[in-house]
Structures are given as C-alpha cells and as structure tokens.
C-alpha cells in the first residue's frame, strides 16, 4: 500500500458538463462491417454511434455469427448485450410469429435493459416484437403479449419456467439460446431452472453464455447443453474500461460525513454510493439530504413500484446520488455513471469488481472513490491481489472545487398512465413540443411502464412542462401528471 500522505493534490476528475463524455470505444476499434451484418443492422448501429467494437464483441461477434456455441467472460459495461443481441438478431426471421431467442437474466431490471437495448438494435428492421417476462407482473398480461407473437424473449429463470409449464410459451423454434450473467444466476440458485428451461429447447440451437466470473457451475451448466462451446475472455486490462481508483482513510465516524465532501469536491452528475448494509444505506441518505444532496436509496426493502420510480429518477439525471446495497443494484445499467463511491469496501473482491465496473462503461474513464478505515485494511488487501497497489489520498484535499450546489440537471414528471393506455415515448415528446414549446434536448429519457410515465425535463422547464401536461393532451387524452 502507499504512503496516504505521498498523493498527488490536484484533482484530475470533476465533472460539471453532462455532455463532455461519449459512449464510443478506442478510435483503433475494429469496425462493425467487416462481419456478416444485414446492411440495414450495420446502419442502424452506425445511427447509434456505435462506431467500432468493442473488445468483448470483437472477440465473440465473428464466432457467434458463424454459429458456434460461446461462453465469454464480460462484465457489465462492455458493450457484452450488443454482442448476443447482434448474434441472435442476424439468425431471426421477422416473418416467422414464434419465438426464436431466448435470454435468460438474474433480475426484472436486467431483463428490461436488455429487452430495451435489443429494441434498439433491432429497429432497423421489420417489426420485431421483443417481450420481457419476470416476476412482479400478473401471468395473463405476459401470455396475452406471448399470443399476439413475439419473436425474442427476455425473462428470469422462474417466470419463463411458469409459463412453459402452463404451456403458454412454447421453444419449438428456437434458434438462440442466451445466459446472460450467468454467475449472477447461479448465485441466486437457478442452476436447476435454468438446466429445465435448457431442455426444452430444440437440440439444434446455438447457445451464447454470458458471465463475468468462472465459478464451478458455469463448467457443469456448459458440459450440461452446449455443443463445444468456444471460450472468450478479454485480459481484464483491454475488458476494463478506464476507471481511476482513490482511496481514501477514514475512521468509523468520518466515514459518512466523508461522503459529501467527495461529491462536492469532484461534484460528478450521477454516482452510485454502494453501502454493505440497509441500516448504513438510510444513515447516509439522512445526510446527504440533510446536506441538501438530491439522493435516493435502493435497497430490499421498497416495493417494486417505488423500485421503478427510484431507478427511472437516477437514470434520467433527476437523482445526483443512488446509496445502494450491492442485491439491490445487481442488474442496473446506467449510461454515465460519473462515479463510484465504495462508502463501505466489500469483504468480497469480485462484488469490488462489479460495483466499480459501473463507472467508465463501453470506453468512456470513470472514477472509483473508496473509503477505508483501519478495520477495512484486509479487504483492500484482498482487492489489491486482483489489481495493482492501491493509490492513497488525503482527505484533507477534498475541498469543493464550486460554491453552487450540487444539482442534477433533470427534474422528473410522472404522467399517471403508460404502455397499459397505448402511451409510447413519441406521444408525450409530441405533446411537450405543441403545448409547451419544448425542444428534444429539453426533454431527457420517458420511460414509459405499464401504469405510469417518468418523463425528465430540464430543471428549470420542469414547471410549464408539468403546467402543459395537466392541461392539454397527450395521444389526444387529457392526463394527471405531477412532479417527483
Ligand atoms: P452492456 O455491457 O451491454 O451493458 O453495454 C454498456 C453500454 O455500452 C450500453 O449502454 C451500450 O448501449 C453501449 N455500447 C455497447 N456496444 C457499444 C459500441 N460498440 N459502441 C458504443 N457503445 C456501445
């Protein structure tokens, strides 16, 4: 370990411009054209920025595309959804109404980010119908989508079990098979779902394996149904995106209070403050909003419904700090996470791996903040055989680099009516436009769930937003919406 006291004084990060960053990989990344993609695929993905691969996809794309069996070593954050879903789109027949891939996911938060990331991959071409299928969500509503046809499902273990077994969903033309976060599964016991769900596929199907870490169960599920697989992994260094580690040496009661000290200092956007506890999770919110922080907490015990309200406000910029417990998080995927913030470290190193992975995805650098007492000095040691030396700096140089407070730049409205009312993102953005005037650049993310509608408005348009929707219409309907 180094000498804390022997850092450098300068902060190298702080982050004030929620544009400075792109999601682009290396410029020397192989491109998407030289692979076997349709044309209108290839297009799509240049409309989307995605100018070249990135490592995990260059390394697995050109196998799964010539239909070998892969399991590939990736972390969230290294672009791994784009490499099954480019796999499995190139095998799909629009025009075959039956399910012909299936991806099987740890958590409902997952499945829906990699439903919505296929969507978007997809919508070059003709009308492919993606649907998740996850616990929280009443059987009939699933199986009446699974009847109007879809071609790609995306669901966790159990739920996908249910429906098979009730015979609404059949895999007779399957033709891909996905496990993404395979170890993720395991560790949550679904290794016997997963291995039923595998059987009733059909023999000859490609099967694509997915999983950050190697446990045993990844080489038995292997040996159990696929045809040899070819194996990927991507050094960690190449895989990593770049991510400054600092730790920093607390005392059991600076470590909270050291906390906003971090995010006035480097003042990033959005960061996730991970916690070992629940208890320590509602301490720090306490302090953060006491300290006039725009913060919210994830943690096992809030219902499903304020589950979605939390993450759509972070993931829209509304919510400068998410203080999480490492089960509550799993699955997230947020784009530009400015930081990480390990405001407890974790007795395990592969959680370290994961948690600090949500910063500097796909290319872009992020920074890790770590807090660390005495007591956490076997942790970090644990930590440090994965990696190089931890780099020490005093607390002492956390000064705020801005007198303004830290602020997110989106304010979220919530429009009490979605995908149950037929409101897709196009109808709410058409109605800000003709009733309030506003641009798609004043308009941040709308996600729109079944009951409900989280819209993100720029701050300071975020009242004659809220004025516009309660009195005008949206898809030609008057609707309630209210400010979160
Ligand atoms: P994932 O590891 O699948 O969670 O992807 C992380 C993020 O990187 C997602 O937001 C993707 O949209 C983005 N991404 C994936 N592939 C590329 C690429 N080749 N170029 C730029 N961004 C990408």
Redesign the pocket.
């Known amino acids: 370990m180094n000498d804390p006291h022997a850092a450098p004084s300068k902060p190298t990060h702080a982050f004030t411009n929620a544009t400075a960053k792109t999601?682009?990989?290396s410029a020397a990344?192989p491109g998407f054209s030289a692979l076997p993609l349709p044309p209108a695929l290839l297009e799509n993905l240049h409309s989307?920025?995605?100018?070249?691969?990135?490592p995990i996809?260059a390394a697995s794309l050109p196998l799964a595309l010539q239909g070998h069996d892969v399991i590939a070593q990736?972390?969230?954050?290294?672009?791994?959804?784009?490499a099954f879903a480019l796999a499995l789109l190139s095998h799909l027949n629009p025009r075959r109404f039956a399910v012909q891939a299936l991806v099987l996911c740890p958590t409902r938060e997952l499945a829906d980010?990699v439903a919505q990331?296929i969507r978007?991959l997809a919508r070059a071409q003709d009308n492919i119908k993606v649907i998740t299928m996850c616990g929280g969500v009443p059987l009939r509503l699933q199986s009446a989508s699974l009847e109007h046809g879809a071609h790609i499902v995306v669901g966790t273990p159990g739920r996908v079990m249910d429906h098979l077994s009730r015979g609404n969903l059949t895999l007779e033309a399957l033709n891909t098979l996905v496990l993404d976060e395979a170890d993720r599964m395991l560790d949550m016991g679904f290794f016997d779902d997963i291995v039923t769900v595998a059987k009733q596929c059909p023999a000859q199907r490609q099967t694509l394996l997915f999983s950050a870490t190697y446990p045993e169960g990844i080489a038995k599920l292997a040996q159990q149904f696929m045809r040899t697989p070819h194996t990927v992994t991507v050094d960690a260094q190449k895989a990593g995106p770049d991510i400054e580690q600092r730790f920093y040496e607390v005392t059991r009661s600076t470590r909270l209070s050291t906390v906003p000290l971090l995010l006035r200092h480097f003042r990033p956007v959005s960061s996730i403050a991970f916690c070992n506890t629940k208890q320590r999770c509602n301490e720090l919110l306490d302090i953060l909003q006491a300290e006039g922080f725009v913060a919210l907490a994830l943690h096992g015990d809030l219902e499903q419904r304020e589950r979605d309200q939390v993450i759509a406000q972070f993931a829209n910029r509304s919510c400068s700090v998410l203080v999480a417990t490492d089960v509550a998080s799993r699955g997230l995927?947020i784009?530009e996470l400015e930081a990480v913030i390990n405001v407890d470290i974790t007795p395990d190193p592969e959680v370290h791996v994961h948690r600090i992975g949500r910063t500097g995805?796909?290319?872009e650098s992020g920074l890790a903040l770590n807090l660390a007492s005495m007591d956490d000095m076997g942790h970090v040691g644990r930590i440090e055989l994965n990696q190089a030396a931890s780099v020490w700096y005093p607390v002492s140089e956390l000064t705020p680099i801005s007198p303004e407070p830290l602020r997110p730049p989106m304010k979220t409205l919530q429009i009490l009516g979605g995908r149950k009312e037929k409101i897709r993102p196009g109808d709410v953005m058409g109605a800000l436009a003709a009733e309030a005037g506003l641009t798609r650049d004043q308009v941040g993310k709308i996600t729109v769930t079944d009951f409900c509608t989280f819209v993100a408005v720029q701050r300071d348009l975020a009242a004659q937003a809220l004025d516009a929707l309660n009195n005008g219409k949206v898809k030609g309907r008057s609707v309630r919406a209210r400010l979160i």
């Open positions: 999601s682009q990989p990344a989307l920025g995605y100018t070249g691969m990135t996809q990736a972390q969230t954050g290294s672009g791994k959804t784009a980010q990331e978007r995927d784009k995805r796909a290319g």
